[in-house]
Each structure stands twice: as C-alpha cells, then as structure tokens.
C-alpha cells in the first residue's frame, strides 16, 4: 500500500472499488456523510464575505512561493536555526526515513509516539520503524484506528470514514479490551484517551506533519481538532516535524489567509480546535525540522502539472468528488486517495497509479471546491493524455480508442458507423452486446436507438423547406 | 524513489544516495532548475472582515458553536465564577499571580498533572470570527499543560477581540515566545462515523470567561 513500499502491481481502482461498492449499505452511508461535510463547508464558505477573494490569495501566495521556493527555503532554514531549531534534508523517502531513525537511535527512543502527518505515510515511515524495533503509536483516533487493523488512512482528514462502529467496536474489544458489542462513539473514544494518554506520558519521542512552514519566523504551524499533535510533542523530550518542502509560506500574515481557508473547507468548521505555532523548543528539549523532496522539485519542474504543490491537504476535493464518495479511499491505493491523490500519485510513479486519473466523471466539482484553486480536474485529464501516450493503459482501452478515433476522422466513416450501429443495435442479441466484453454494459443500459441521426434528421428537415 | 518517470522533464533531486549538505544542494539546485517564471506576492486585500457587529456578541456565538462555554464576568469575580462552573473538590490550578488557585509555572512537571480537574489561563486575544483564544507560552505553564487538564478556563480580557484572523495576526507576534496556540473549543473528534465526541485527548470543556471592568456592570447577557 505504502508508496516507499515501491511493489510495482499496477493499481486497478475499478477493481478495487468493486470491492468497497460490494459493501451496499455501508457505501450508501459512505456516501451520504461525506456529502453532509460538503454541505457544511457550503454553509461556512457561503458566510464568509470575500471567500472567493479569499481563495485567490491562497492561490496566488502559494504560486509565489513556489516560484522562489529556493529561496524561502533557506530564509527557513537560516530563521529556524536561528532558533535553535535543527532542520534536516532529505532528498526521498528513504533518506527521510534514514535521518528520523537515526535521530531516534542515537537518543535510545524505543516509544514513538505520532500525529497525523500524511507525508510520512507517504514515505512509508511507521512500517520502517517498526522493523527496526520502535513502538510507534498513531495517536489521531482515526489514524490509530486504522493502524490497529493494518490499514493506511482512506481519507485525508478522516481516516477511518470507510469503518462503520460495530467494527470499530470489535477492534477495541480486541485491541483495548472493551466490553464486547459496547458500540458507543463516546465510550470507544473515552477508552482510547486512557489508552493513549498512558501512551503520551510514557513516550521518548514525538513525531508530527506540519501545515504550515512560515519562512521569515522559522515557526511551523500544526493543525488539530483532538490535541493529540501537543500532547505527545510537549510530553516528549524529542519533537521530528516531518515535511514536504511546498509547506512554505512567507510570512506569519499569510497564515491568517490559509487557516480561514482550511478548517471551513475540511470540516465546516471556522478554526481547528488547536492551531498551534511552534518557533523554539521547550528548554531542554530538541525540535528537529526534517525538509523532505521525494519528487517534490520534479514535479515543480512540470508546468502542466506543478500546481497540485499548492495543496493544504483539506480533502474538500474528496468529500464533493462523486467517484470517491462511492469508491471509497483504498480504491486509489495511493495516500492522499482521492482526486488530489490521483494527480499526485501519477507524477511519483505513473507506472503504478496510471489507473487513478481515470476514476473521475471530470464533472470538476474538485476545483470548484479547492480552496488553493487547484485545476484538479485539468491536471486529471491532461495525466490521462500521458498515461496514453506512454502506454499505461490496457490493450483493450487503446484498441477502443484506436477505432473509435479512426472512425471519426472522417465524416463518411462516422455517418456509417452510425448506421450500422443504429441497425446493429436493433438485431444483435443482448448476450452479444453485453458481454463480458462490454465493461461499460456491466451497470448501464444502452440508450433506445434512435430511427435516425440528428444529422439525417436535420437534412430531412432541410429538405421540407 | 526508484523509478524515474519517461515523462520526467529534467527536474528533480536525485537518488537518495546522498545526504547531509549534499541533500540541501541538490533539493536548492533541483528547485532552481525548474525555473518558476516570477508571481508577486500578492497584498491581503479585500478579504478583512467587513462586520461591523459588536466583535464580543460574534465572539460569543463563534464560540459556542465550537463547543465552549463563555461568560461575561467582572474582572474581579473570576475566582468565584470558576468555582461555581464545577463541583466542590475539583483541583483548580492557575498560572497567573492574579487569581487565588494553585500556581504552576513552566517549571512544573507536566507529567505530575495528568490528574489535574481544571486550569485556568489568561488568553491574549480572541478572534470574534471563530471564536478562537490566543494562548502564549508564558500564560501555559508547561506546554502540555492546556492540554492535560481535564478542563479549561482562559480568561480574556473583552477588549481584546478583535474581528477575525487576518487582524489577530496584525496584533500577534507569534514568534516572540517559543509556541503558541489558537484554542477554539474543547478537544474533539468526529472519527467514529462522524459522531461528535468532545473531549478526545485533551480537555473535555472550555470556558472562555470574558473580563470587563465593574463599569460594564449593566452589559449583560
């Protein structure tokens, strides 16, 4: 599942999303509360005066600080230090990885202790910790949900949406000793705060994401609704802020900007619970800043495609997106999973996720709702044109899409094939038109068949004038 | 990441081979060979929030949608009104010199006060547009303090809302003290199937008291 995992399997989302559609109900349930946050970050967005203005500062801050992302990234590091702050670099994954484990070993820290960060589940840092030795706990309830049952999170701010609360409640019973069939969202939250809160006093280290870098102060901004990010980071000796280096913003002005932005359009909440800005650590205590590439300045370097740098992780884009409402998260195979998922994934390994651009409608409620207006929709399309054009797509899809463009390169050519389906359609036996050839028929009907074409039609009409 | 995409248009920072300062080089080097044309930085303009409502009625009501409770008292009467918020024997304790509790300061072992029923802190700012309260680390204690403590009370002063988060940061500055945090509502989390939990980790209530000279007297609600 993990990216660093680097299994070459080809993601099949159709496939997968069987799977998750197979559930019926739950899908059903899936859907509809997905779409409740959607609504409430309608009802938010709607009350703030110039949201759209909003959004177009958002954007455009970002694009310029990408553009001169050289140097803001070293206006951070100089401030940071300046704070006594030591920051890292890591070119990849593994070097992210390597740097985090060796802070972690040379301070003898066996208990780890982390908020929800989405980089390190894209560097796949839990698994390699855990093979060399560490306990590393999840400490967001849904993320430590989802990590007792071995999954990756299926959503960007809520990770364990695809779980219904009886299975939730088995877990516990198992995992945490709960009563058995004890299925209360309050009850199974208040047995992990006493879980977990033996876990934040007892841990050596803390790992945490960042939501935002702001360069002039060194500072990082860390966003919860649960407070699990302080917690486990002032109880801890040690505090690693793991991020990607697009998580720059220039001065702290700006977080007033993105903070209005993030919470309404994640939740329909106004502001998270906790926004927390960390500019030097607790004395005696370390904070340590690891700035992580993994094909972040490539992607920069594509014009057609750099603007999903801009993402602030809100998952707005998954809750209105009407193929991941029904899909579900582990569809994608790809954390983030969604439509940002599905233009991020393709540009770290296209060979693996060439499928995720084709799991939308392109209907573009994506970017409507973006709140750093990205062009997801755009960026869908155009990966789907590179996925074509260098071969990642199934000989049957490419056959279609042969003949189909043979066809209407000329007009004679069309206005044929129209007859012969027209009259086709009309004898061929059902068996034949929706075999198992047909994956389009699988959960559709054919429209009726028309006696004519528009264009027959149209002549025909010409005619009686 | 092993596998370098055919459509790779040049950029990039290498293999992981290579580490320490050699890793910060070949990032900068690898950001400035994509070669962003130039976008200003835009002015924050056009987007202040234009309420011209009492910034401490919005307060309010931002505030109790997030969950919290907020009371206007008489900048003398803090103590009682804390008092009165929860039962006889709670363990009350402050990190300010201006009210009777029991004090802590940074020094304090913050793993000592997992069993801590309530603390009360002064907030700096609020903001009326979320109902967020500024907390600086002088007025925490130790850091986790806010955060392990069973509830919490911030006290704020009422002339110290200010009308929504592009003016909190003019007034701020956030990098004067080590850390500092936005609090805007009790602990949370809707991760079991959406359901609203207060108090997840943290604090299971959060009281705003909102402090106003006795002149006030006849503003209240």
């Not at chain 1, 945490?176 to 006093?201: W, Y």
């Not at chain 2, 801590?116 to 802190?121: G, K, S």
């Not at chain 2, 959406?194 to 108090?199: E, M, N």
């Amino acid at each position: 599942m993990h990216d660093a995992a680097q299994n070459a399997v080809p993601v099949d989302h159709s496939d997968r999303a069987a799977r998750f559609i197979a559930k019926g109900e739950q899908t059903t349930w899936h859907d509809s509360v997905l779409w409740r946050i959607r609504e409430k970050r309608d009802a938010v967005s709607g009350s703030v005066e110039g949201w759209e203005r909003l959004r177009d500062l958002a954007s455009q801050i970002k694009e310029h600080t990408l553009s001169k992302l050289d140097e803001y990234l070293i206006e951070f590091e100089e401030s940071a230090t300046a704070n006594g702050v030591q920051v890292h670099w890591a070119v990849d994954a593994e070097a992210h990885n390597r740097i985090v484990y060796d802070l972690l070993k040379v301070r003898g820290v066996r208990r780890v202790v982390k908020s929800k960060s989405m980089l390190t589940e894209e560097c796949g840092l839990n698994p390699y910790l855990e093979a060399r030795g560490f306990d590393v706990v999840d400490t967001d309830l849904g993320e430590r949900i989802v990590q007792l049952r071995g999954e990756p999170p299926s959503h960007l701010v809520a990770p364990a949406i695809h779980i219904r609360r009886e299975e939730i409640s088995v877990l516990f019973h198992e995992k945490l000793g709960t009563p058995a069939g004890s299925s209360d969202p309050q009850f199974l939250a208040g047995a992990m705060r006493q879980d977990l809160r033996a876990r934040f006093l007892a841990a050596d280290a803390a790992i945490t994401g960042v939501n935002f870098a702001v360069a002039a102060t060194g500072g990082l901004v860390v966003v919860t609704n649960e407070g699990n990010a302080d917690l486990g980071v002032h109880l801890a000796p040690v505090h690693i802020a793991c991020m990607g280096i697009e998580k720059l913003i220039p001065k702290p002005e700006h977080l007033g900007v993105f903070l209005r932005l993030l919470a309404r359009s994640a939740t329909g909440q106004p502001l998270s619970i906790y926004t927390s800005h960390f500019h030097r650590p607790a004395p005696g205590r370390e904070l340590h800043i690891v700035l992580v590439d993994n094909g972040r300045t490539r992607h920069l370097s594509r014009e057609d495609f750099r603007a999903s740098l801009k993402c602030i992780r809100c998952g707005a884009c998954l809750n209105t997106c009407p193929v991941y409402r029904r899909s579900g998260g582990h569809s994608y195979g790809a954390t983030p999973s969604g439509p940002i998922g599905a233009i991020l994934a393709p540009g770290r390994d296209m060979e693996k996720y060439a499928a995720l651009p084709f799991a939308s409608s392109l209907c573009g409620s994506c970017s409507d709702v973006c709140p750093v207006k990205i062009d997801i929709h755009a960026q869908l399309y155009r990966w789907r044109q590179v996925a074509v054009r260098e071969g990642h797509i199934s000989g049957k899809k490419r056959l279609g899409m042969q003949m189909v463009g043979w066809i209407t390169r000329r007009p004679a050519r069309y206005r044929l094939a129209g007859r012969l389906a027209r009259s086709l359609l009309r004898y061929a036996p059902r068996r034949l038109l929706y075999g198992r050839w047909n994956a389009w028929g699988r959960a559709r009907e054919l429209p009726e068949r028309p006696a004519r074409s528009f264009g027959e039609w149209y002549a025909a009409e010409r005619e009686k004038e | 990441m092993k596998q370098e995409n055919r459509h790779n248009t040049g950029g990039g920072a290498g293999n992981g081979t290579q580490n320490g300062s050699h890793a910060r080089e070949a990032i900068l080097e690898a950001v400035r060979r994509a070669r962003l044309p130039a976008v200003p930085l835009p002015a924050i303009a056009g987007v202040r929030d234009a309420c011209t409502g009492d910034p401490v009625s919005r307060f309010m009501v931002s505030a109790k949608v997030a969950a919290a409770a907020v009371q206007i008292v008489e900048t003398g009467s803090v103590e009682t009104a804390v008092r009165e918020r929860f039962p006889e024997g709670a363990s009350i304790a402050t990190t300010s010199a201006a009210w009777s509790f029991d004090r802590m300061d940074a020094r304090t072992d913050a793993h000592t006060m997992a069993q801590l029923d309530v603390l009360v802190c002064p907030g700096e700012l609020g903001v009326a547009e979320n109902g967020a309260v500024w907390l600086g680390e002088s007025g925490m204690g130790p850091r986790a303090a806010p955060f392990l403590t069973q509830h919490l009370v911030l006290v704020l002063d009422r002339s110290a809302i200010v009308s929504d988060m592009h003016a909190a940061y003019d007034r701020l500055d956030v990098a004067r003290e080590g850390y500092g945090v936005f609090v805007a509502g009790p602990s949370k989390t809707a991760d079991i199937e959406q359901t609203l939990v207060i108090g997840a980790h943290g604090p299971r209530s959060l009281t705003v008291l909102l402090t106003q000279a006795a002149r006030f007297k006849s503003v209240t609600i």
